[in-house]
DNA sequence: TAGTGGTCTAGACCACACG
DNA sequence: GTGTGGTCTAGACCACTAC
């Protein structure tokens, strides 16, 4: 096919490396040039097999990734487009670069990152984390609407959380989770309460799975008198409804989350650009 | 100084271009080298020149800015350079880039961008414009609240603007709205009710104030009698109240907006990464 | 056919962190 | 000092768009 010089030679990508036209170029310097009709950059593939790597667990949440010189041999392309690659997962916030450190694997530990999924913002003072109350965790069988969002049958097995988050010993927060059975097997109430920290710090640490993405719809909602009780408001305050989808790798669904937000000393933060 | 080859010669950039040390490197290939105490690469530097551009107009929203090459042999910088800036331009939504045609500076007039800004999407169907109705339209001197997001004195002109927005024929959206006074003298009610489409367009083509960036507060709360006649709804609903600072060029806040939405067949829809 | 942005390479040097 | 990411350059070629 190829009598220029391949790299990516014997690895999983797919892509046809392969002039359709007779290009002139005599010491044509880019190797690859698939013509039609599933073109992909070089550093797609290799942004798509560092990917791999990190799905399959070779290089761990926290750890640091070979560099891009190493990745660049690794891979037989230059430094440039191994770059490329890097910069696109650090923009979606897979990896992190520390200059004059290394790449690292992002963490759902790490303090800075804590916020990435919880927006809501105190009137007064820092973001924290306050103590979180679980009370219920068991197994089920999917409703319809949660299976819909979770991308898997009716009835299929999924893992139910319901707890309250305080903030400055406040009840704040009422979440309705619903987990992915086939990723949770174990999951108890006893693991829940033990672990301190973010939620996506246990699944990330015990279970393996890492939240990458999520989707937020939000509406406002009146507490309903059970609602109420929890979070010690009068029935009928207007609460913040957030539906959330958060994915894994490969953009599979592996959560829903149903949270009700008590906003009058907390406010939810987004920036638009 | 530097007897290098020094780009940007003549130029604004006032980046002290002195290399402190003694730098061995005989055939040094990048010029500048700019050791303490604000440091800033090639590329910021490129890419404020070309913001200052944008801003004062040199090209307008809509236009095709200079190609790569000819903005690299302006600066006197490398292509690479140049396509850096620009790809961060391009990032925060200042440019787009279209493969084969240019780099164009983006506009709140076109269809792909105009929602952008207004993140209420219908249960069913795609996001569309309703009708708008301009409830009041005047200049009045700034609050103290207002005054202090908009960061002028209490007691600066503004403009105040309350209206509401239809989808599909039901009222959904009230808005509040305050204007810095300097940035919009002349607007009136006739000239925002005459206009169709995005109230953004119309400040970027009549009063020439690009918004840039956005900051929204999120809560829950019920409304009052007042605003439950406007929308049709009971007092006591729950409402969306969405508290919005704009920013145009330099990060500086142009507009406070205060919006309550109606949530029953739509949601404000987020993205979290 | 010409012009634009997009990809890829190879090599040099700079800034930063750590031992 | 050594290794890492970060910047900058110069040049080649590819993909897309328009004339």
Not at 127 to 140: D, F, I, M, N, T
Not at 173 to 200: C, Q, R, S
Not at 239 to 251: A, C, I, Q
Request: hydrophobic share 40%; with cysteine.
């Amino acid at each position: 096919m190829s009598s220029l010089p391949t790299p990516l030679v014997g690895t999983a990508v797919a892509a046809a490396q392969d002039n359709g036209a007779a290009t002139s170029g005599a010491g044509a310097q880019s190797p690859v040039a698939a013509v039609s009709p599933t073109f992909s950059p070089l550093y797609q593939q290799i942004k798509a097999l560092i990917t791999q790597s990190l799905q399959s667990g070779e290089w761990k949440p926290g750890e640091m990734i070979p560099s891009e010189m190493d990745l660049a041999a690794r891979y037989k392309v230059s430094q440039g487009t191994v770059r490329k690659a890097i910069d696109e997962l650090a923009a979606e916030n897979l990896v992190a670069r520390r200059q004059g450190k290394g790449t690292f694997v992002t963490t759902h530990h790490e303090d800075g990152v804590k916020f990435r999924f919880l927006r809501l913002v105190p009137d007064e003072g820092e973001p924290h984390y306050g103590a979180s109350q679980v009370l219920e965790c068991k197994r089920l069988r999917a409703p319809a609407e949660i299976a819909r969002l979770l991308d898997i049958r009716t009835g299929d097995s999924v893992v139910q959380i319901r707890r309250v988050l305080f903030f400055s010993g406040e009840p704040t927060v009422l979440d309705e989770i619903w987990l992915l059975g086939t990723n949770f097997k174990g999951l108890t109430a006893e693991k829940l309460t033990e672990w301190k920290g973010p939620m996506y710090a246990l699944f990330e640490a015990e279970f393996g799975t890492r939240m990458i993405r999520a989707s937020e719809k939000i509406r406002a909602v009146a507490a309903d008198a059970a609602t109420a009780a929890l979070l010690s408001v009068e029935a009928g305050t207007p609460l913040l409804s957030v539906e959330r989808v958060s994915f894994t790798y490969g953009d599979r669904p592996v959560e829903v989350r149903r949270g009700l937000y008590v906003t009058t000393r907390h406010y939810y933060q987004n920036d638009l650009s």
